[in-house]
């Protein structure tokens, strides 16, 4: 019983572990100005916040910290109000794939 139990809270770790990795590849992916516009804390900080949450995360989902430990349930909290909170708050201003470049005229893609 102890076993599954103990399978069961390694496969969360390995999910919250792949969320705090989706919140990072978003945040590299707005530029630093939407922050600010957006009335969030800046680039800066939201990158290092989720960097650390990243390695905390694989220190969990690879086993080397308890997986009921306060560090990886901090590190998915972290992750959680990024994608909550930050991310929907900063999408109007992130850069769309196709926007810009040499293809696109004052009004528009031509």
Known sequence: MLEGLSYFFWFLAIVAFVFE????????????????????????????????ANVVGLGGAANFLPLLSFLPIAAFIVAAIYLADVKPAVKPYKKKKGQGGSGSGPYGPW
Not at 25 to 36: K, W
Not at 41 to 48: A, E, P
Request: without cysteine.
């Open 21 to 52: 990795v989706v919140a990072l590849v978003d945040v590299l992916q707005v530029p630093e100005s939407a922050f600010p516009a957006a009335d969030k804390q800046s680039k800066k900080l939201w990158l290092i916040l989720l960097v650390v």
